[in-house]
């Protein structure tokens, strides 16, 4: 294959259409952990202060920053509550779909800001989720469930059915150069076997994280080491799901591998094991939105048409259970 | 936009993206690594920097970042946060919060959210850059709560993780801190 051909594939590739559901429930799910993140900060009396120069709140950064209007920002209560309101009616747009484009831009210059005031107060879950936003804030992902494909409805247009694809495909990348990454820069040997792989065990005993009292792993080993050496496999394997992907799909394109693949599921073996994973750290640790902000993303993991089809089956469930449990 | 133009624009952002997030050693790092090695990590790290610089200001104006560092370590040699406080200085320091301590709960709520523990909690040894600001702002908190208290102490005491889990404690504290009242409030 030649060079034009390589580049007529790759335009064909991003230029691929499918139906809007991955991204929207996506969307959905981002915008509500980030709604509730900040509308919890409210209810926990750090909205706004948080972001205040101390000792009022954690805003040390405003002092120190280059730009002149980001200094002064620091200092007034009112610009900060401005912001702190723009990313919770930014993120609430985007989660009921309601003027996608600016809410999601608005949430993303507003969390970008906030973070420069109190830098400490942004963990890689945001920096995330703000890249998500941005790709976003170009898709179609408000076509449908959405408040937007309602009004569409209203006035009388056909539902839009099909989207351009490459939203989903990118952050389908992302998310699996996420995984990648944190693997490469896991530098601690203790996330090796050549260092016991007591990772875990040392950081489910961490008494600032640990949802738990620590200690309680001991009584485990060896799981808490069998978890280490899997997240290890999980993340290092990551780009593995880009081929386990591609080979459920098109088993045919991979010969006997192709096959194997997709009749050992490994596709979905491989999803199961990353929903473990951000489940387990749901339940012991207190890391705050980080497990259900990567949660929120698996749906891009996952074609439109399987989301269809899941739910087509969800619904002739219950459709059959409520049937079944209706008298006479 | 066109296929063609929307095709490049994504080839460049992920080019650079990638770029970005090379796992290349820091400086420091890199200093400490045999000479054969620390060479061309340096040189890799100043032709990273060249090929990014372009694209700083989005970096910098987005606080984006495609290196994702999440749990890159995990230390036997960690801390646990405390925070006592007293009326005057001729009491003894009365322990308010600790960390892993069901009796000694003020205001964990508040100190164990994410964005709050990200500025106390220690991912070397040494404190996160704003550990005096959570000092203040805590400090604040526990004296507009408790009227007749008059100074207030953050440290951390250090702890050695077992590797089959649990930790134990050493009764050595580090980066100790005391506000008085009149520090952080008006």
Wanted: charged share 20%; net charge positive; hydrophobic share 50%.
């Amino acid at each position: 294959m030649n060079a034009r051909q390589l580049w007529r594939r790759w335009v064909a590739f991003w230029d691929r259409r499918e139906g809007p559901e991955s991204l929207a429930l996506a969307r959905i799910l981002v915008g509500s952990v980030l709604f509730f993140d900040f509308a919890g900060m409210a209810s926990g009396g750090l909205a706004p202060d948080f972001w205040l120069a101390p000792a009022r709140g954690l805003g040390w950064g405003a002092a120190v920053d280059q730009a002149d209007f980001v200094r002064t920002l620091g200092t007034s209560p009112g610009a900060v509550t401005a912001l702190w309101a723009l990313a919770l009616a930014g993120s609430c747009g985007v989660a009921v779909g309601l003027w996608l484009r600016p809410a999601a831009l608005a949430c993303v210059a507003a969390t970008a800001l906030l973070g420069r005031l109190a830098p400490d107060g942004e963990r890689a879950i945001d920096v995330l989720l703000r890249i998500v936003l941005i790709v976003l804030a170009l898709s179609r992902a408000d076509a449908t469930w959405s408040f937007a494909s309602v009004r569409e409805s209203r006035l009388g247009r056909a539902p839009v059915t099909s989207i351009p694809a490459w939203p989903r495909l990118l952050l389908f990348g992302q998310l699996v150069w996420v995984y990648s990454s944190a693997a490469q820069n896991r530098g601690g040997v203790e996330w090796w076997p050549a260092g016991g792989s007591v990772a875990l065990a040392r950081v489910l005993s961490d008494p600032h994280f640990a949802r738990f009292s620590p200690g309680w792993t001991a009584a485990l080993d060896p799981l808490p080491r069998v978890a280490t050496v899997l997240t290890m496999v999980f993340e290092l394997g990551s780009p593995l799901l880009v081929v386990f992907t591609f080979a459920h799909r098109q088993p045919e394109r991979l010969g006997a591998f192709g096959r194997v693949v997709r009749r050992l599921g490994l596709r979905w073996v491989w999803l199961g094991l990353g929903a473990s994973l951000h489940l387990g750290i749901a339940l012991t640790m207190r890391l705050g939105i980080f497990p259900y902000g990567m949660l929120a993303l698996y749906p891009l993991l996952i074609a439109p048409e399987e989301l269809r089809a899941a739910l087509t089956r969800l619904r002739r469930a219950t459709g059959r259970s409520s049937a079944a449990a209706a008298p006479g | 936009m066109r296929a063609e133009a929307r095709a490049a624009l994504i080839a460049l952002v992920l080019a650079v993206g990638l770029v970005d997030g090379l796992p290349l050693p820091s400086a420091e790092r890199a200093a400490g690594f045999a000479p054969w090695l620390a060479a061309p990590a340096e040189v890799a790290s100043r032709v990273q920097a060249a090929v990014l610089s372009p694209f700083g200001f989005v970096f910098d104006w987005l606080r984006l970042t495609e290196r994702w560092v999440l749990f890159a370590g995990a230390s036997t040699r960690r801390f646990r946060l405390e925070i006592a406080a007293r009326g005057n200085s001729s009491q003894a320091w009365q322990l308010l919060y600790r960390a892993d301590d069901e009796r000694h709960r003020f205001l964990a709520e508040l100190i164990e959210y994410r964005r709050v523990r990200g500025a106390f909690n220690p991912r070397t040894q040494e404190p996160p850059p704003g550990y005096d600001a959570f000092v203040a702002f805590i400090a604040r908190r526990v004296l507009s709560e408790r009227p007749e208290l008059r100074d207030v102490r953050v440290r951390m005491e250090r702890i050695r993780i077992d590797d089959a889990g649990g930790y134990t404690r050493t009764g050595v504290y580090a980066h100790e801190r005391v506000k008085r009242r009149e520090d952080v409030l008006p």
